[in-house]
């Protein structure tokens, strides 16, 4: 019966609660459509502002749609250098589709290294 409620609470302790992350992520995404609407674009912190404001956004939604941290910052970072290129007027579908293949190759990159470790005596076994 002990060992019942330590695996319990264990479960507890390791379960995500996805409602305080949707409610960020859609406080988020208002502050972002109000900076849109009630900010003067040309005062320049308000760029720097909806660029941090916009990073962060995107970083939760991925985060919940793919329930994986690593991906959401990796394509967080990826739309938020495309929309800072595009802010310079040099965001192309070239440019997206390769910083995408560079997200890519080092998802497949940090998957392929953290998935086998191998001691000493070359017996590899998979990591947790």
Known sequence: MNGKIKHR???VKLRKNFLPTLIVTLLL????????????PFATWAIFLFFINIF????FTLSIVFANTRRGLLGAIV???FLVLR???????????????IA?????????????????????????
Do not use: P
Request: charged letters at 15%; hydrophobic letters at 50%; glycine letters at 4%.
């Open 87 to 101: 802010y310079f007027e040099l965001g192309h579908l070239v440019n997206f589709f390769l910083l995408a293949g």
């Open 29 to 40: 995404w208002l502050g972002v459509f109000s900076i849109i609407y009630w900010v003067d």
């Open 56 to 59: 962060f956004a995107i970083f």
């Open 9 to 11: 609470k264990t479960e």
């Open 104 to 128: 890519i190759t080092a998802e497949i990159y940090i998957l392929r290294r953290n998935s086998w470790s191998c001691n000493s005596t070359k017996q590899c076994y998979t990591a947790n």
């Open 79 to 81: 739309l938020l250098i």
